[in-house]
């Protein structure tokens, strides 16, 4: 602290005109020492690359925080924001308009209320968190949440809208000298509120937006010779599924129209509606293009920094470096076809109900086998005991109206002798695998305040006898009947072209991909909120451990409480990830909750509370 004070007394000796004219950010993409020649040089070091940190840095126990004497003065600010090209921003919450102050705005708050649950009014915002309760729930409007006030909380403090990878070196090589945390955020869908952070930084990567396709791409030794696009990191699954439809192609993606699948859902793995196919989203990368810790700009791919390209396919966003483009394989258009349909427990009852789901559970290897996927939840209604099962959809890409009833049309006869339904469900072939997903899966309601998910991954091991299949349904009933809301993928993640990378050894064993989600009242009290939190972590979230030994969660779409997280989230990956990200963030420039490394540090956050509101702090060492 006290040499940080020298430091910063001593740098703010040296003369810098922010107004100055004559400054201004180059056009090349890449850094150059040229860039910095316009900052006095006793500042110059802030913004470099490839520095190593005082020892006092890197051992100080806390990341610098607003009100630090530490903490960068307005007018070094002002410098990073010349360099960035004036991109540099302090966005307040946009719930404030809800709140007194001066933006106050009824009409605002009333249309930011009318819209909150939909992910378009959230990515195109700097800050916001998909999962408020993960950023403290300080400033939500108040007919959704009254957080009584407008507080910044778990968001960041300032966020580089970056449109160059010049931005984002700037961005990490600044936090990285200065102590200040980092954050990464691209469309804030995370769950688990790895997208923001108290007192930070923000990298905003959305506006990394340039699509090419390449019609012959050729790796020997990842095994690939054909069509490839290259997508700028902040392209959205509705982005790159409509560029490549237009070339007749189709990349695997995330189900969610506006997850940024080139940001942390590739990075962290990725299930797709076409994995069954072709496997997980990571398998599908052939390079990326990444600002590493220390500040270079570099390209991993299976010749350059392969350590690296094998730890971004898997290893979890905001760890690593920053993506700025992903070259991924590109697989022809298909025909799909599509099924959505419902039943619930009213008429039937309660042992009918389970007994269909049962009957379902007997063709799970075989629709997987068969490059399927499908998508349901079982969603319970407490106080009238209503449950209902929605398969929201059924997808088969690459089948035929025919090939599909063939693997459904069973099902179907055992639901119909249960008396579940007088006819066959609807069931569509579209002609592309575009048209079939543009209509099949309705955009998801998102900012969720009082409910949080985990999940598990259950192997074929889970469905090799009867009694395994008994033993599963028993404990997707028991979720059912602890009011669990429940989410789950029948699908497979087998890269066909079998090549190695980080993402979690237990995806390859995966049939069924299972979340369910504790709700708590909303006017909890935090140590409420924590007690139901926990007795979800290691109560039904254990149960589900417990039937499926050795297995993993899925860590984009996880509990922040899930324990031995890196065994979990990796597998049998894990070890050579902690030595990798020993490599290459010496420093943890990077962190996010349940991150690989992130065991060193904790969120302090002010209401003891799993969330981002607080300092970011290494945990004592016993
Ligand atoms: C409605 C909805 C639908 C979803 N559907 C699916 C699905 O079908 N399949 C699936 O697998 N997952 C799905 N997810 C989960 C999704 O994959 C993750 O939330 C994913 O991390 C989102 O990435 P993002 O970049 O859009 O989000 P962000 O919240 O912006 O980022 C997520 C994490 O990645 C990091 N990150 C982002 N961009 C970069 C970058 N360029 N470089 C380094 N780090 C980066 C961030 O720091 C953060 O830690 C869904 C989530 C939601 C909310
Ligand atoms: C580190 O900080 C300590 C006090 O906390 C100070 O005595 C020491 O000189 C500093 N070292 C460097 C290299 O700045
Ligand atoms: C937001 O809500 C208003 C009022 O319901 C509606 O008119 C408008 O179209 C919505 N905007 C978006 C982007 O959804
Ligand atoms: C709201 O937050 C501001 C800023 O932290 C604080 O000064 C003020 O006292 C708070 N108001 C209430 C009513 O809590
Ligand atoms: C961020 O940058 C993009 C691209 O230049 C621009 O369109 C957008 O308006 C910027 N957003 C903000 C909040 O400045
Ligand atoms: C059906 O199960 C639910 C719990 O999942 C329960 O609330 C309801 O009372 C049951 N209905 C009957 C008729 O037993
Ligand atoms: C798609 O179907 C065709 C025709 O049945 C088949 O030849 C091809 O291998 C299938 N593609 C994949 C990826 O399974
Ligand atoms: C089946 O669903 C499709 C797509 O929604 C629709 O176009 C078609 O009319 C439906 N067919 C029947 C018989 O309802
Ligand atoms: C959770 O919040 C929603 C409103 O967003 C509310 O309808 C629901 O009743 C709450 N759940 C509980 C258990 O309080
Ligand atoms: C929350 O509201 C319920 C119902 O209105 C009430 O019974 C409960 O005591 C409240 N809890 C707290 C912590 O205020
Ligand atoms: C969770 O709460 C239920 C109901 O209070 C209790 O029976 C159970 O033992 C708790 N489980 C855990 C792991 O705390």
């Known amino acids: 602290m006290t040499s940080s004070m020298l ?18 950010a180059s056009d090349s993409a890449r ?55 004036k991109r540099l921003l302090k966005p307040k919450p946009q719930a404030r308009v809800c709140y007194n102050g001066p933006d106050y705005d009824a009409a605002k708050c009333a249309q930011l209320t009318a819209n909150w ?80 952070g108290a007192g930070s930084l923000s990298i905003w990567t959305n506006h990394f937006k340039s699509m090419e396709f390449i019609p012959k791409f050729e790796d020997r030794k ?56 072709y496997g997980i989203g990571a398998d599908q990368v052939l390079a990326f293009e990444v600002v590493k810790a220390d500040g270079t700009f570099v390209t991993a791919d299976s010749t350059h920094n392969t350590d690296l390209f094998w730890a971004l396919r898997g290893g979890g966003g905001s760890t690593f470096g920053v993506v700025t483009s992903v070259t991924v394989k590109a697989h022809p258009e298909m025909v799909t076809t599509s099924s959505s349909f419902s039943f619930t427990n009213a008429n039937i009852g309660n042992e009918t109900f389970w007994k269909a789901v049962r009957a379902y559970l007997n063709y799970f290897e075989v629709n997987a086998d068969a490059g399927t996927y499908s998508y ?82 259950f192997p074929r091991e889970n469905f090799a006898t009867e009694e395994k299949k008994d033993e599963l349904l028993k404990n997707i009933r028991m979720s059912t009947e602890n009011n669990r809301v429940q989410v789950h993928f029948n699908m497979k993640n087998v890269d066909p072209a079998n090549v190695d990378n980080a993402v979690n050894s237990a995806w390859r064993k995966n049939i069924m991909f299972s979340q369910q989600a504790v709700r708590w009242p909303v006017n909890a009290t935090a140590a409420e909120r924590l007690a139901i939190r926990k007795n979800f972590t290691f109560g039904d979230m254990q149960r589900w451990r417990d039937i499926s030994p050795g297995a993993g969660s899925y860590l984009a779409e996880a509990d922040r ?21 020993a490599q290459l963030d010496p420093h943890d420039v990077f962190f996010a909750a349940t991150s690989v490394g992130s065991e060193r540090w904790k969120v302090e956050s002010v209401d003891g509370l799993p969330n981002e509101n607080g300092r970011l702090c290494r945990v004592e060492q016993s």
């Open 561 to 581: 409480l899930e324990p031995d997280f890196g065994q979990a989230f990796w597998g049998t990956k894990y070890p050579r990830l902690l030595k990798l990200k």
């Open 31 to 85: 850094l150059c020492d040229s860039d910095l020649e316009v900052v006095s040089s006793s500042l110059r070091s802030l913004f470099r690359s490839g520095l190593s940190l005082s020892p006092n840095k890197s051992t100080s126990r806390c990341k610098v925080f607003p009100g630090d004497a530490a903490w960068p003065r307005e007018e070094v600010w002002d410098i990073l924001n010349v360099l960035t090209g």
């Open 376 to 457: 349901f939840n079982i969603i319970p209604t407490a106080w009238s005991g209503a449950i209902s099962f929605n398969m929201v959809p059924f997808f088969a890409p690459n089948k035929t109206l025919a090939e599909t009833h063939a693997l459904l049309d069973p099902w179907f006869k055992e639901l119909k002798d249960l008396g579940i339904f007088k006819a066959n469900p609807n069931v569509t072939e579209y002609p592309s695998f575009y048209e079939a997903w543009r209509n099949s899966f309705p955009l998801e309601v998102v900012e969720k305040i009082n409910a949080t998910t985990g999940s598990r991954m």
């Open 7 to 24: 430091f910063w007394g001593t740098a703010l000796l040296a003369t810098f005109s922010v107004a100055a004219p004559s400054i201004r």
């Open 117 to 196: 649950t939909r992910s378009y009014t959230h990515f195109i915002d700097p800050i916001e968190m998909m999962s408020p309760f993960a950023q403290g729930l300080t400033c939500t409007p108040p007919n959704i949440f009254d957080s009584h006030n407008c507080t910044q909380g778990g968001f960041p403090v300032y966020v580089i809208n970056a449109t160059s990878p010049k931005h984002v070196q700037l961005g990490v090589n600044f936090a990285r000298n200065t102590g200040v945390r980092l954050v990464v955020r691209n469309t804030g869908h995370d769950f688990l509120g790895k997208s923001g």
């Open 222 to 277: 990842l095994g690939y010779s054909g069509p490839a696009i290259k997508a700028g990191s902040g392209v959205q699954a509705f982005e790159a599924y409509k560029f490549a439809h237009e070339h007749g192609t189709v990349v695997v993606g995330g189900e969610g129209e506006t997850v940024g699948i080139f940001g942390g859902y590739m990075q962290g793995g990725g299930h797709s509606p076409l994995s069954s196919l």
